[in-house]
C-alpha cells in the first residue's frame, strides 16, 4: 500500500479488505474476491424477497421488516432463482451487512450492466430517511429495492446488482480543486469548453460513431427475459433498435416518454487513480430527463496507460412524462470527483475491463463485436 494517505475520503480496496476482516462488513456466505473494486463492494442479494405494493423508506426507528409487513404483498424465494417481472417493485434482503463504526458512512449505486439493463435499484436500511445512503454508525442489515423498468429479469441468490462505497469523513470537494485536476490530469477532454459547477458536466454526444454509423440504442418493448447471470447470452436485436441519423429531428433526438435509451458522452471521461468519481443521475435544471442510472466511476477508469483509448460516459437516459428533445453538446449531467484515502491497490481495467474504452457498448449481457 502507498506509504501516503489522507485523513477523509473514499476507502479504496485495500481497506474495504481490512473491513470485512474486521467485521464492519459481514456476511451470511463469506465475501468473494470477485465482489471486490478499487473502491467498492458488489453486493450480493439474498434468498428473501418480497413483491411489494409501493417503493418506501421506512422512516426513523422504524425497520424495513416493519414496512414489509404492512406493504409486503407475496415472499419469493431466490434460491433457485425467480423472474422479476418488468413493472413491478421488489425488496430483497442482501448477504451483507454493515456495522459501521463513527466516522464511516457508506453509499451505493447501481452496477453499471444494471443500468444498462433499466433496472431501477436502491439501497434501503433500516430506520432510513433515504435512499443509497448509510450514516456512519448503523448497525443492521441491507437491503435492496429493484424495480425492472424494461426487461423482465431472472435473478437469484448470490446475483449481483448494486455496490457499495465506504467514505472516511466527510470529502466534499469544491469547484477549484476540480478545476485544478482538470487543468493538470485533465478530467474530461473532446468538448470545446468545460463547465465546472458542483461537478464536471458532461454533454451527449449525436454524431455518429465512426465505423458503426450509429447514435445510440434504444430499448425493444415487450423483449424477452434476461438472465442477469448469463453474460454474452442474448441476441443485441431481440432487445434493442440502432439510433442513426434517420431518427434525428431538425435540432436533435427527441426522446419518447417511457422509452430507454443509450448513448454516449460527447466528452471523454477520465478518473485519476487517487481520485473515484460518481455521476449525478438526474437534476431538473438541465431537463425533464433522467440520465444515468449506474454512477460510480473507479480509479483508474479511462486512464491511458491502462489501455483506454478514449472511454466516454455512457449515458443511460430516459424522459419523464412528455417528449424532451435533447440537442447535440447538450448538458445531461455532472460527474463529481472525490478524493480516495489512499491510491487503490488494483484500478479499473488493470486485469481486464467490459467497459474500459467504451462507446456505445450495451450491458455484458448481449452478444457484441
Known amino acids: 500500500m502507498p506509504a501516503e494517505e489522507f485523513e477523509n475520503g473514499i476507502l479504496p480496496v485495500q481497506h474495504l479488505e481490512q473491513a470485512i476482516h474486521d467485521g464492519v462488513i459481514a456476511a451470511d456466505h463469506p465475501v468473494e474476491e470477485g465482489q471486490l473494486q478499487p473502491a467498492s463492494l458488489d453486493l450480493r442479494l439474498g434468498r428473501e424477497a418480497w413483491r411489494v405494493q409501493a417503493s418506501f423508506l421506512p422512516g426513523q426507528h422504524l425497520t424495513v421488516a416493519d414496512k414489509?409487513?404492512?406493504?409486503?404483498?407475496?415472499?419469493?424465494?431466490?434460491s433457485d432463482g425467480a423472474v422479476l417481472e418488468r413493472g413491478c417493485v421488489y425488496i430483497v434482503k442482501l448477504q451483507e451487512r454493515l456495522r459501521l463504526p463513527a466516522g464511516i458512512s457508506a453509499m451505493a449505486n447501481p452496477k453499471s450492466s444494471t443500468g444498462r439493463l433499466d433496472i431501477f435499484t436502491r439501497l434501503i436500511t433500516d430506520g432510513a430517511r433515504e435512499f443509497e445512503s448509510v450514516a456512519d454508525g448503523y448497525e443492521g442489515p441491507l437491503y435492496a429495492e429493484i424495480s425492472p423498468r424494461t426487461?423482465?429479469?431472472?435473478?437469484?441468490?448470490?446475483?449481483?446488482?448494486?455496490?457499495?462505497r465506504l467514505r472516511r469523513g466527510i470529502s466534499a470537494p469544491s469547484d477549484l480543486l476540480m478545476e485544478s485536476l482538470q487543468s493538470t490530469v485533465g478530467l474530461v477532454h473532446g468538448a470545446e469548453r468545460t463547465d465546472i459547477r458542483d461537478g464536471v458536466a458532461l454533454s451527449v454526444n449525436l454524431e455518429p460513431d465512426v465505423k458503426s454509423g450509429m447514435i445510440g440504442w434504444r430499448a425493444r418493448k415487450h423483449a424477452g427475459l434476461?438472465?442477469?447471470?448469463?453474460?454474452?447470452?442474448?441476441?443485441?436485436?431481440?432487445?434493442?433498435?440502432?439510433?442513426?441519423?434517420?431518427?434525428?429531428?431538425v435540432g436533435g433526438l427527441v426522446l419518447n416518454p417511457d422509452e430507454f435509451y443509450i448513448l454516449a458522452s460527447r466528452e471523454f471521461v477520465t478518473v485519476p487513480k487517487d481520485h473515484a468519481a460518481e455521476m449525478r443521475a438526474?437534476?431538473?435544471?438541465?431537463?425533464e430527463f433522467r440520465a444515468h442510472y449506474a454512477g460510480f466511476f473507479d480509479p483508474g477508469f479511462g486512464m491511458a496507460e491502462l489501455g483506454a483509448e478514449g472511454t466516454r460516459a455512457v449515458l443511460e437516459v430516459r424522459s419523464h412524462d412528455v417528449p424532451f428533445l435533447i440537442e447535440q453538446g447538450q448538458t445531461v449531467c455532472r460527474l463529481v470527483y472525490e478524493p480516495m484515502v489512499s491510491v487503490p491497490a488494483t484500478l479499473y481495467g488493470a486485469g481486464g475491463s467490459n467497459y474500459q474504452s467504451q462507446g456505445l457498448r450495451l450491458a455484458k449481457h448481449f452478444i457484441q463485436d
Do not use: C, N
Open 282 to 287: 438526474y437534476d431538473t435544471r438541465v431537463g
Open 151 to 164: 426487461f423482465s429479469v431472472l435473478v437469484r441468490a448470490g446475483s449481483r446488482l448494486s455496490q457499495l
Open 226 to 249: 434476461i438472465d442477469i447471470d448469463a453474460p454474452a447470452s442474448q441476441p443485441v436485436d431481440a432487445f434493442w433498435e440502432r439510433v442513426t441519423p434517420s431518427d434525428l429531428t
Open 68 to 78: 414489509l409487513a404492512q406493504f409486503g404483498m407475496h415472499k419469493i424465494d431466490l
